[in-house]
């Protein structure tokens, strides 16, 4: 719970988290936080930055279960949300950035709403740059990779995407920046890139292993 202490109503979520936490005893653990000092901490779980925030975070699976924050906090509204989250029916939430209104760079861009849609397609095939705003490495990366986007750009068959990996939640598991990964129309498993980092190079790499230039068959898995 990310909490201003300041505020009066903070004492009355702590009593009402209380009383439902003795419910969920042995299996959720109750943890406050000081939603001002840790702001921009509780952004990272999908809340606003501004306290009140509830979550539920499940270290099991890195899979975080916001309670609406526009919804009112009571104990029937809490007890639910957890009781939803140990009975398995409600789904976890995605960090997300909004959805762009419109795609008109080089480069698709994508966000932790769109992402599956996008790159799950089966009739595309998507390079995806997972990159971080600080990271050095991504900013020497990025005329390059715009200039691999243009270069694909009448080819309604491939997308070049990247995606901020710092604000939008995604399925793949990265490690470092810039990751990027391949998802061929006929393997959404991904085929990670380690080849130098050129538009000439990205560029090979795709039409060799993309299933729209007829030579994906051949990679069945990351």
Not at 50 to 65: A, Q
Not at 169 to 181: E, L, M, N, R, W
């Amino acid at each position: 719970i990310f909490l201003d202490y300041n505020a009066d109503i903070s004492k009355d979520i702590l009593t009402i988290a209380g009383n439902v936490a003795k419910d969920f005893k042995g299996r959720l653990s109750l943890v406050k936080l000081d939603g001002i000092r840790w702001a921009e901490h509780s952004k990272n779980f999908g809340l606003s930055g501004t306290p009140p925030g509830i979550v539920l975070e499940d270290r099991s699976t890195n899979k975080n279960y916001v309670f609406p924050q526009s919804s009112e906090i009571t104990e029937d509204a809490l007890r639910a949300h957890l009781q939803g989250y140990v009975d398995g029916t409600i789904q976890p939430t995605v960090k997300s950035e909004e959805i762009p209104a419109s795609q008109d760079g080089p480069v698709y861009v994508l966000v932790g709403k769109s992402f599956e849609s996008v790159v799950y397609d089966e009739t595309k095939d998507v390079l995806v740059e997972f990159y971080a705003p600080w990271c050095g490495h991504c900013k020497t990366l990025a005329p390059k990779y715009d200039a691999l986007g243009e270069s694909f750009k009448s080819n309604s068959n491939v997308i070049i995407a990247k995606i901020d990996a710092t604000a939008n939640d995604t399925p793949a598991d990265i490690q470092g920046f810039p990751t990027i990964i391949f998802y061929p129309a006929n393997n959404k498993k991904g085929i990670a890139y380690e080849g130098e980092r050129s538009e000439s190079a990205l560029a090979a790499f795709v039409r060799e292993n993309g299933a729209t230039f007829g030579e994906g068959a051949k990679h069945d898995e990351l």
